[in-house]
Structure formats: C-alpha cells, structure tokens
C-alpha cells in the first residue's frame, strides 16, 4: 500500500457495532472487566492504553514503515517519556538545530536527575566520531533543523552513532513521515511532535515516538501509564482525522514553499533564503539523497534593520504573526523576537540567526495570494 492510501485506511476499519465508518471517540476513563484482571479487549484504564489510541499508533506506524508507535500528551510529553529509560549519568549528544523546548528539557529538567546533554555542531565525520567517543546512551538529532532549515546526512550520523553502540533518535517533525523515512537509514527511534504537520491544523498538541524494536516500545507504553502523559481519546481521534489528508496537504506545502522560496531568492530586499529545495542551500543534495520533498518551512534574511524587518511583518495579512508551524494556514515567526529570544543576541548571530531572519510555516493557501502578500510587504 502506498502512502496517502495507508494514511486513510490503516487502523480504521468501519466500526463492527454500529458500521460507523469513521471510528468513534471513546471518552472513556475506565473499562468494564469480565472477571478480576480479565479485560474485553486489553484496555483498563485510559491513562494506560485506549482504542483511540491503538488507531492513531497503528497509522504513524505504518506511515513510518515501523512496527509500533506510542502516541502522547505532547511532542515534550514524548520525549519526557524516552528520556526516563535512562538512567543517573547517563550521557545523550544532541546535535546543534534542535527545538528550544528539547534544550530546556535536558539543560533544566533531566541534568538535575543526572542527565548529561552535550550538544555538538560538527562539521565533519572525524569531528562527529570525535564528539561520540564519550560513549553517549543516544544521538539525537533533527533534519531539517530550526530555524535555519539547515541539513544532517541520516546515514551518516547513523553509521557514526552505531559505532559507539548509542541509539539514534531523529525529531523528524519538520519533513512529516510524507517527505522522510528516518528508519530506512537505520534510526532507531522516530520522533514528531503531532501537534505540527501531522495533525494538521493547528487545534490539537500530541507527540508519538515510533520504533522497530519492542522493547523500546514496551518502556514507552510502560512510561506514558508510570508518568501520565497520555493523550486524552478525544486529541488522539482529531490527530487521526488530521492524518487523512497529509498526503495532499505536505504536496501543497512544498508547492506553495518552492514558489515562495523561488520568489523571495529574486527579491532585492533579500539577503538569503535557507530552504532544503533550493539548489543554493549548501545541502541540497543530501537532501535530495534522503527526502523525498522539502516541505513547507523557509527561512529568509532581510538586508533590513530590527525595526524595519517588524514594520515588514506587520504589514503581513495572510501570513500570521505566531509561533508552531505545520498548519493548513500560513506563520511567520520572528526567531530574535520570539522562539529564540531567550538566546542572548551575540550567541543568536554565531548561529547565523539574525535580527532580520523571519521563518516562514508556509501553508496551503493558493500561492498566488501568499508571494503577492509578501510582495506588498516589502514594498
Ligand atoms: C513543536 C516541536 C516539538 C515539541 O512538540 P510539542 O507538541 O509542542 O510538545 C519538538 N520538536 C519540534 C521540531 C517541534 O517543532
């Protein structure tokens, strides 16, 4: 089965009761046990495992090409889950680009429980191999990273993590399991944050971590009940409907972020584009190698002052000013002002993350509407 096919028909079957062809919600806190221990259908208690879940798990499953997947509260609630089949001086490399809440967690939470979290920016293989000979539990990184859409060969960081026996973790959010198949390169662990492309529409948060391997997804199951950071049915039921359309909405996406991408290089008042798609981005090729599109998300640098590259996002009417990405709407964010503000300026511009960058989630609008809403702006 092919891709959009799986997305509509894996793990909903019309319901055999009723023959409601989309699945109900079962909002449901407990379930009715026919002797002491002995369940229906394997679940007791939400917290620990609900039907709406099984669908939404069997669907990333089969969108990864994986075997399980086990969906949470939140991309962080995820992640929180993973980080707890660790274990007092355990070390994890992450590498540079990596989402601002996935720092917080380590840097502020996780180092108090005796975490160490070293984060690399290597700019070759020897110096990878070099930054992993502390022998860390994993190598976590994401591709495309944020907000620079910068570019990590999968393969590579693969072959480099295995040789020192670490699990390799992708945050594969920002291409969607549409445009990147991490496991085909070997990852072990596949991560998103649902609350982005594959929900959809900007109304629900979740996360999922997705895995061949069972005893990963046996402690992942066993922390979501340990900790608590289940969806609620009602979330994991909106997130599978969302699911239904990813094939065509990550088409539009790409479609929509090429034309701008393409418009925005030509345009005077432009400095640089970062979009993967692009033959200018230094890492087209690997991506080409590895994904099979580019997504939705550009970053663009202005030859324009602080003041100036906010007046230009003020006078923005399509495009809204917030922070998440992945809708079918379209964003723009403003790193220096926002995601990023945290990050003290003179550190900001090592990263390259200037006061004129703006990152744009481009959404599936009609593409006309949008570069003629940026032109006006920039005008
Ligand atoms: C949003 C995001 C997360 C965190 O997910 P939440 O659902 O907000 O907890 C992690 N990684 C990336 C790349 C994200 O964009």
Partial sequence: MKFATKAIHVGSEPDPATGAIMPPIYMTSTFAQTSPG????????TRAGNPNFTILEKLLAALEGA??????????????????????????????????????????VFSRFGIEFVVISPSSVEELDKAL??????????????????????????KAGKKVGALVIVDNTFASPYFQSPLRWGVDVVWHSTTKYIGGHSDVIGGVMITDNPTIKKELDFARKALGVNPSPFDAWLTTRGVKTLALRMEQH??????????????????????????????????????????????????LSLDETKTLISKLKLFTLAESLGGVESLVNHPATMTHASIPQEDRLKMGWSDSLIRLSVGIEDAEDLIADLAQALA
């Fill in 38 to 45: 002995e369940t229906i259908a394997g679940y007791d208690y």
């Fill in 67 to 108: 075997k399980f997947a086990t969906v949470f509260s939140s991309g962080l609630g995820a992640l929180s889950a993973l980080i707890t089949t660790l274990k007092h001086g355990d070390k994890v490399v992450g590498v540079g680009g990596l989402y601002g809440g996935t720092y917080r967690l380590f840097h502020q």
């Fill in 133 to 158: 000979s502390i022998h860390p539990k994993w190598l976590l990184f994401e591709t495309p990273t944020n907000p620079l859409l910068e570019i990590f060969d999968i393969e590579a960081f693969v």
């Fill in 254 to 303: 790409q479609k929509n972020a090429m034309a701008i991408a393409t418009y925005l290089e030509g345009h005077a008042k432009v400095k640089k584009v970062y979009y993967p798609g692009l033959a200018s981005h230094p890492r087209h090729d690997i991506a080409k190698k590895q994904m099979y599109g580019f997504s939705g998300m550009i970053a663009v640098e202005f030859k």
